[in-house]
């Protein structure tokens, strides 16, 4: 039959499996999108449920599996720890001892995970919500009167309740230092008003500084703050210091001259600028 006679050329031949290539590899493509799209839908949904939480600032406390307080504080703009401290206890026979661990300084909050390593102490912590953490603790070959052990344990710790003292300073640029934990400062803004968080039932004093001002009083001292404390305000008082002094120029039209006076001087003018 003619049929089975049909012959196709080659160039037809080439034709069609390019045709059938072209059509294989749109339909790979497709559902390659449409496999990338579902693993991106998934990678956003997974997102979601475990949104970054920006740690609370201020003192953070909890216990170790073993019962021993940790802490650390978590600065204002939740992107450091500083100042991790960790009891734990070791018995060796009849001898025992209590080892408290401080790690001074600061270190970066990334991911909602931290870490510390040193030589024979380390730590990890994640937040798990915006105030609460929970994390492991590592001694290595740690020295003590009881001989050199090694231990492993969890911890698990919230932020504090922080209570806030507000006032004024009287000018822009004043520091405001006091000591929660760990050194703080805050410095006042161009209104001269200031905002600083303590924690509850906080014991201390704040004291302002500034290099061209004395304030009155020269500091205050709290106890037991348990509630937000406002118009905590302070007078300040100008020193006539040379790095202080500020340039005031007068024009006399009756003679034409620009008189010069600084603020820490008295009596007649500096310069005279004829």
Known sequence: MNLYRTRLDPYRIRILILVLVLLLTNTLTGLALSQNGIATNTVSLSGAQNASAVPVPGNWSGLTNLGYPVSFSVNAAGTQWDTIKLTTEYVNGGCSVKLTTTITGQGTITNDHFSYTGTHFSLSGDFTSATAATGTYTYTNQSTGCGTFSQSGTWSASSQPTVTITGNAGVSGATLSYTDGTAQTVTSQPDGSYSLAVSSNWTGTVTPTHPCYSFTPASKSYSNVTSNQTAQ?????????????????????SNGALYLKNSNTTGFADVQIN
């Open 233 to 253: 305000n302070y007078t300040p008082a100008f020193n006539a210091a040379p790095v202080c002094a500020v340039t005031v120029g007068v024009f006399r039209p």
